[in-house]
């Protein structure tokens, strides 16, 4: 009891902003007693008149205490320091009441189509693979035994809400120079986590608050699984960043273990969805691994929300080399199941000559929709302006987001 009362008194030390609001409510509350009985007590209309003058100006002084002591406090806890108190409540409120939308994938992709997501809702659940064993997350993966980080740390950035500085310092990659080299310090932060907590969830959902997220980023499973492929002549690749490299046609991929258990969150999340979304991201290792969980597909493919797939803008070499989007859709059913998708998002707008000259040299080419055979897969295909080009050819988030919420709202 005493520690409570001793813990209110600080809010009257100096330097916290607050006893100026507090003095300026007492008053507001004052004037607004003394008006009340003021104008029930007296009998004349002129003075009834003072009295509700005395009412209205406690009114006024009360209602800017209590949004001054409000703006006080949340400019502390909230990253947004330069925006009006009614602008973050009502940000806040508009977007707690967005649809829920469930995204499953992984690599930059994923991360683009957050981007533009989170500007409509935070009801946002990014399901993202852990079958990376390349780069950072490979190399944090064999060394500490935990789950590759780096999808998820791509997502959490995409959904952070943090001051930009934040952002930047959970992508930050220290240079060749460095002990630390290719790694991001994201990946070390997720990394340390983990071990502080001893559960890489948890370190998940900490440094979901550190970036301040709108949504959640949820690992497909908590199982340490193996990403491996089939190629048409019989040979097997084993690890994820060794199937792109044999330059062959892939008859499918495969995890192993087999039977891995999806996390109860994910299935959750895709139970709730108003609208569930496959992609973008690499067909074989960013988008299929998820599928290849039989929790995953049986949600997905059970709930009653629209599912739709976005197919990516260019091909890639050695995993879809001349695919089409229907030769897409059509991998992701033979993996998963024939209901897995409502919707095929498909790019129409025109990538300049010069652009597609650069691909060509990397055996990349535009993905071509290939929209009438899409009535046999019962999928309707969507084409639409949704890329932008700056460094390389890639979705437009806020494109892709319209066009995505535009489908939801037409049904």
């Not at 205490?65 to 502390?76: D, F, G």
């Not at 070499?317 to 991998?331: I, M, P, Q, R």
């Amino acid at each position: 009891m005493n520690h409570g009362i001793f813990s209110s008194f600080k809010w009257l030390y100096p330097g916290m902003g607050i006893k100026r609001w507090i003095l300026l409510g007492s008053i507001g509350i004052l004037l607004i007693i003394t008006g009340s009985l003021k104008f029930q007590a007296e009998p004349l209309f002129f003075l009834k008149v003072l009295a509700v003058i005395v009412l209205l100006c406690g009114v006024i002084l009360l209602v800017t205490a209590v949004k001054r002591m409000l703006r006080s406090v949340i400019t502390i806890l909230l990253p947004q320091h330069d925006m009006e108190l009614a602008d973050i409540m009502f940000k806040q409120r508009h977007l707690g009441r967005g649809a829920r939308i469930v995204t499953v994938g992984g690599g930059s992709g994923l991360s683009v189509l957050l981007q533009g997501l989170k500007e409509y809702t935070s009801n946002i659940a990014a399901i993202v693979t852990v079958a990376d064993n390349g780069g950072s997350s490979g190399r944090l993966r064999e060394q500490f035994d935990i789950l590759p980080p780096g999808d998820l740390r791509n997502c959490l950035v995409a959904l952070a809400d943090a001051p930009a500085l934040m952002r930047d310092l959970f992508q930050f990659r220290f240079n060749k120079d460095s002990e630390f080299s290719g790694h991001n310090f994201g990946n070390l932060f997720i990394t340390v986590m983990t071990q502080l907590t001893g559960d890489f969830e948890k370190a998940i959902k900490e440094s979901s608050k550190v970036l301040a997220i709108r949504g959640q980023v949820i690992p497909s499973t908590l199982d340490k699984v193996v990403l491996s492929a089939k190629y048409n002549d019989g040979s097997l690749a084993l690890g994820e960043v060794q199937i792109p490299q044999g330059h062959k046609p892939i008859e499918k991929v495969y995890l192993t273990p087999p039977d891995v258990a999806a996390t109860p969150e994910a299935v959750k999340a895709i139970q709730q969805a108003d609208i569930i979304i496959l992609g973008p991201g690499s067909l074989y290792t960013s988008i299929i691994p998820n599928l290849l969980i039989k929790e995953i597909t049986d949600a997905i493919v059970a709930s009653n929300a629209m599912k739709v797939y976005v197919c990516n803008v260019m091909s890639e070499y050695g995993e879809t080399d001349k695919f089409s989007a229907f030769d897409h859709l059509n991998v992701i059913i033979k993996h998963s199941h024939p209901k897995i998708v409502d919707y095929c998002i498909v790019n129409n707008g025109k990538v300049p000559d010069e652009w597609l000259e650069r691909y060509k040299q990397e055996n990349s080419y535009p993905i071509a929709a290939e929209a009438a055979k899409f009535n046999s897969l019962g999928c309707k295909v969507i084409e639409a302006d949704i890329i932008t080009i700056s460094d390389y050819v890639r979705h437009d988030s806020a494109k892709l987001a319209r066009t995505i919420l535009g489908l939801l709202e037409e049904e």
